[in-house]
């Protein structure tokens, strides 16, 4: 299918290690973004990718998170230093501009720090 | 501060009947308004949505209601089948402000056969 792919679909780390997980948006699709969904919550917003710049990167916790897009598609969003509280599952979703309002998302990945 | 509240945690109806969720929210420079459906370990796909333009939004068994004057927001669904069981989560967006989306918490909604 040509939907919003995300790697891996289950990652299980120690708490301090750094991890990096990988989206890979829709085809033709300009924007993209990253949300996460912590147990028993809403979707919290992350940051948005607009072609490789990130025109708001607000919704990031902490210095500890980054991420990337190269080539106006795959984007990667690493944690460093992981702890407890970043347990939670990581969205991306894509859209065709930023002010496309339907985003399609992909399936996530399941972060979990022991 | 949460800018898009969903008061209802869950929501059992029985087949047949009429399902309404409910949202509010708190700043006006929303102008756009969506619902998203959401089964276990998938991501959310997009089910409906709503312009600050209008106050009705209507898509075969899906209606969408936008009360501005309220700050508040429906989704109806009739009539209910069982495989609309899932979690149904709000969200809004400003023009501003590049299409980021901020959602409510969810109503997980069960329909009973």
């Known amino acids: 299918g040509a939907g919003v792919s995300q790697s891996p679909s289950n990652k299980v780390t120690e708490k301090g290690k750094d991890v990096e997980l990988r989206c890979d948006p829709i085809?033709?699709?300009?924007?993209l973004y990253w949300y996460r969904q912590s147990l028993g919550q809403g979707l919290e917003f992350l940051i948005y990718?607009?072609?490789?710049?990130?025109?708001?990167k607000s919704g990031l916790p902490s210095d500890r998170f980054s991420a990337e897009r190269t080539g106006g598609s795959v984007s990667t969003l690493t944690i460093q230093r992981t702890q407890q509280e970043d347990s939670a599952v990581y969205l991306c979703?894509?859209?065709?501009?930023?002010?496309?309002?339907?985003?399609?998302f992909g399936p996530g990945t399941r972060l979990t720090v022991l | 501060d949460q800018q898009v509240k969903q008061n209802s945690p869950s929501l059992s109806v029985q087949e047949g009947r009429i399902s309404i969720l409910n949202c509010d929210y708190t700043?006006?420079?929303?102008?756009?308004f969506l619902w998203y459906k959401k089964y276990p370990a998938e991501g959310p796909t997009f089910l409906i949505s709503?312009?600050?333009?209008?106050d009705k939004n209507e898509d075969g068994r899906f209606t969408v209601f936008l009360n501005k004057s309220a700050k508040h927001l429906s989704l109806h669904i009739v009539p209910s089948q069982p495989g609309d069981s899932a979690v149904y989560f709000c969200?809004?967006?400003?023009?501003?402000?590049?299409?980021?989306?901020?959602f409510g918490q969810g109503t997980e909604l069960s329909v009973k056969p």
């Open positions: 979703a894509s859209s065709l501009e930023p002010q496309e309002n339907e985003q399609f």
């Open positions: 085809s033709g699709h300009t924007a």
């Open positions: 990718f607009q072609g490789n710049s990130a025109p708001d």
């Open positions: 700043n006006s420079m929303f102008d756009y």
């Open positions: 709503i312009s600050s333009i209008k």
């Open positions: 969200a809004a967006s400003a023009r501003n402000q590049g299409g980021k989306l901020i």
